[in-house]
């Protein structure tokens, strides 16, 4: 007796049905998130874009104006000045953080640091302390009456600097942002130095190579990318300073100006101003110029990757 192999008279489906029906389940999964972000991201830009064509006036009501509004933002000097303050504070601000990260970082990684556990949750616990508060206490001990500055004076019979006086309140306001965002950055950074090939390290060991080259030949250029993130993410912060400056105003009300930055600009037209349809022509034209910038800084980072 021989066997009998079944003959099967089933045809395979076409490959484009086949491709399509793996489309249409990357698109069940996909769906979702493209739903929110249509709803939470895109919408809102285009109801601001739609806004930004129109101005409400006293009398006659709404009326588009084309862009009026944008010719406008272009030759606001308040608007300008808050953008040139924001650029000064990340100029200066965003370096000394990311070094201090960046050191921080490769101390911990060193592995000669005697408490590393305990000295990587207390870099990274100002992180966790919401912005409101942080600002608060940090409001409390620039205080030059009742704050710890006043204390300090009144001990020691000295007279130092107002931190919130308009020569220092842009300083004062990147030591809390410094101080809130430098173990944000730490783990990012300590995080890319732990996936660091060993062979990297051992290889430079052969070569005789000391401490110090090892940090700027081989652990540093090992984490360009996650400089780089970091870079990125510290100069959009910047462009949306708001929380600290808000809350500092009422502290120093002679220092910190309605359009002390545009974010803070765009919030007192929208709700002390009543202008809405300026407020979103000056938000779409910072959100340009943040574009713009961080996009250079990107480039910037792969150049010198390549």
């Known amino acids: 007796m021989t066997a009998v192999t079944p003959i099967t008279t089933g045809r395979r489906p076409p490959a484009g049905a086949s491709r399509s029906r793996r489309g249409r389940t990357g698109w069940v999964f996909v769906g979702p998130f493209m739903a929110v972000f249509a709803l939470v991201f895109l919408a809102p830009i285009a109801y601001s874009l739609y806004l930004s064509f129109f101005r409400d006036q006293l009398v006659g009501g709404t009326s588009f104006v084309g862009l009026d509004n944008f010719q406008r933002a272009f030759e606001d000097e308040q608007f300008w000045a808050a953008v ?172 910190i100006t309605t359009y002390f930055t545009p974010n803070l600009y765009t919030f007192t037209l929208s709700f002390s101003g009543r202008q809405q349809n300026y407020a979103a022509t000056v938000s779409l034209v910072m959100g340009v110029v943040t574009m713009i910038i961080a996009y250079a800084v990107q480039l910037r980072g792969m150049r010198k990757e390549a």
């Open 84 to 255: 040139g303050r924001v650029l000064l504070f990340l100029v200066v601000q965003v370096p000394v953080m990311l070094g201090l990260a960046l050191l921080i970082a490769l101390a911990l990684d060193s592995g000669r640091l005697y408490g590393k556990s305990f000295f990587r949750i207390a870099v990274f616990l100002p992180y966790a302390v919401p912005a409101v508060v942080a600002t608060l206490m940090w409001g409390f001990i620039y205080g030059t009456r009742f704050g710890l500055v006043g204390n300090i004076n009144e001990a020691f019979g000295v007279s130092l600097p107002d931190p919130l006086s308009p020569s220092l309140v842009l300083a004062s306001i990147g030591n809390i942002v410094t101080w809130e965002f430098i173990g944000y950055n730490m783990l990012i950074f300590y995080s890319a130095l732990r996936v660091v090939p060993k062979s990297l390290y051992e290889a430079a060991e052969i070569d005789g190579a000391g401490e110090w080259r090892v940090i700027t030949a081989v652990k540093i250029p090992a984490i360009r990318g996650a400089l780089v993130i970091a870079t990125i993410f510290s100069v959009i912060g910047s462009f949306q300073l708001f929380n600290e400056p808000s809350i500092l105003q009422s502290l120093a009300p002679n220092a």
